[in-house]
């Protein structure tokens, strides 16, 4: 089991910029999230996906974000254009069922570090 | 008020003693709790999940689940300096809901 990937790992771009961020679940997994980390804020929920359907956007902070997963082993978040105040670390997630006994919780990619200058 | 609530600390125990780590919730309806631990630069790891209350063990870790007074907390018995982490609590408001909101995290120093 590779477990969740992301990349890149490190992406630093300018501001205005278009940044592409990508993720593989688990393979199985029906679920799938995107969360933000920062020192201010914490993990911040940005969106779900449940069986390739987005769920809950509501975390989505504008609409500079965009969030796709045209198949089942693949989702994509999207920034255009970036800022500086995006910089952050973004970790996908992908996860069963978490409720009705199925506590398995979620499975973290390694992250992708954005640096928005 | 946060969703979920954690003093940010840092913590330091000594090594060999009992860490205990707290989290607050505020949805009543809440239904299955999370336990993560973080490492500098790393991403979060799942180390233990409580639904019912009381405690449940697993190795040197314990969760606490108090639904009446809506805390949840971890204990870490026998502390070694590799337990130093930020410890993130996630709280799953209801199912069929799959999504977890965390708290901030409290990060944890064990003391050789």
């Known amino acids: 089991d590779a477990g969740v990937i992301q990349s890149p790992r490190h992406e630093v771009t300018e501001m205005g910029q278009e940044v592409t961020l990508r993720c593989k679940p688990i393979?199985?997994?029906?679920?799938l999230f995107w969360y933000r980390q920062t020192m201010m804020r914490g993990l911040e929920l940005l969106i779900y996906?449940?069986?390739?359907?987005?769920?809950?956007d509501s975390g989505m902070p504008e609409d500079r974000f965009s969030a796709k997963m045209p198949n089942a082993s693949f989702s994509t978040l999207k920034i255009q254009p970036s800022e500086p105040r995006d910089s952050a670390v973004y970790f996908c997630a992908s996860s069963s069922a978490l409720g009705q006994g199925g506590n398995y919780g979620y499975t973290f990619g390694s992250g992708t570090r954005l640096t928005v200058v | 008020q946060k969703e979920v609530e954690q003093n940010s600390g840092p913590l330091s125990v000594p090594e060999g003693a009992i860490a205990s780590l707290n989290c607050t919730y505020s949805?009543?309806?809440?239904?299955?709790f999370f336990w993560y631990r973080q490492y500098s630069g790393k991403s979060p790891e799942l180390i233990m999940f409580i639904y019912s209350n009381g405690d449940k063990e697993d190795g040197r870790f314990t969760a606490q689940l108090n639904k009446a007074s809506q805390y949840v907390s971890l204990l870490i018995r026998d502390s070694q300096p590799s337990d130093s982490a930020t410890y993130l609590c996630?709280?799953?408001?209801?199912?069929?809901?799959?999504?977890?909101?965390f708290g901030t995290g409290t990060r944890l120093t064990i003391i050789p």
């Open positions: 949805d009543r309806g809440s239904q299955s």
């Open positions: 393979s199985g997994h029906d679920y």
């Open positions: 996630a709280v799953l408001s209801n199912f069929g809901n799959e999504k977890l909101t």
């Open positions: 996906f449940n069986n390739n359907v987005p769920i809950d």
